[in-house]
DNA sequence: GAACACCTTTCAGTATAGTGGAAGGTCAAG
DNA sequence: CTTGACCTTCCACTATACTGAAAGGTGTTC
C-alpha cells in the first residue's frame, strides 16, 4: 500500500502522515526499489490510534509516548488509564472554566440591555464590556472624539 | 507613567504592553525627551478593557476591532454585543463538545476496568483506548514483540 | 515522448498571545 | 565613575498540528 491509499483509507493525506512519521507517531515504513513508502495492514491500525487518541483529547505527544511503550514490548493500558484519568479531569476543569465565562457573558449581555448606547462614553471604551469608567482629566482631554 | 509603572498598575509586563502597542492595541504613546514612553492615566483603561475583552474569550483581534470603532468616533457597543451573542454561541458549542468528549472518555475508562490486561495485544496498540484489533496477518509478523 | 498523477525531500508558514535575549541608551544613587 | 535599574529596538522562539510550495524523480497511459 503507498502513501496515499493509506490516507484515504484513514481518512488523513499523505502529508498528515510523513508529518506523523516525522514526529515518531508511526514507524519509519519500508521503501520499495523506486523509494516510495511502501504500508502493510497494520499501519491502518497505528493511524486509527492516533486519531482515536485525538477523538479523547490526547495531544499527539501524549499518543506517541503509548506507543514507544508498546514498541517497547510493554502493554500501555495503566499509563493509557493515567492519561484517561488525566483527561478527564482536565476536560472537567475547562467545563467548568466555560461555563463561568459563559455565565458572565450572558451577565454582561443582560446589563448591556439597560443601558442606554449615549452613555457609553470613550472613557471605558466601551460600556458593554468594560464596566469602569476613566474619571482621570488627562483621559478626557486626550480621548475626545477628533470628529 | 513608564512603561513598567503601567504595567504593574495593571497587571501586565512591559513586553506584553509594548506587545499591545505593535498589535494596535494601545495607541502609540508621547515619548520623554529621551525616548521613553509615556501614558497618562487613560492608557490603565484601555489595558483594563483589552483584560475584560479576554476575559469573557475575545481575541486581540476582535478587541482590537472595538477598540477601531471607538477611536472612529463611534459607539462600539452594538458591535459589541454582536461579539458577545457570537462569543455565547461559540462557547456554547465547545462546552457541548467537551462534554461529548468527557462522556467518552468516561465510557472509554468505564470499559477498560473490565479489560484484562493480558488480552491487550499489539495489534491496536492498546486497547484501553483503541477498541477495534487488528487481525491481517502481515500484522501479526511486524510487530511481534522483540524482546 | 508528452501528459498527468503520484512519489520524494526540504523549507517555510499558519494561528494565537505572548516570552526571551541581545545590544545598547539613560538615569539616579553611592 | 561605576553599579543597578530602567528604557529602547529587533529578532527569534514557545506550543500544537499541520499545510503549502518548490524542485525534482517515477510510472502509466495515449
Redesign the pocket.
Known sequence: M????LASRTGT????L??YEDAGLLPTPER??????TYHGSAITRVQFVKAG?AVGL???EIRDLMAIRDDGRAPCSAAMELLDAQLADITERIRDLQAMKKDLAALRARALDLDLADCTPESVCHVINPGPCTCQEHRESTRVAS
Open positions: 503507498k502513501i496515499s491509499e493525506t499523505p502529508k498528515t510523513r508529518f520499495a526499489a523506486n523509494g516510495y513508502r485525538q495531544t499527539l505527544a
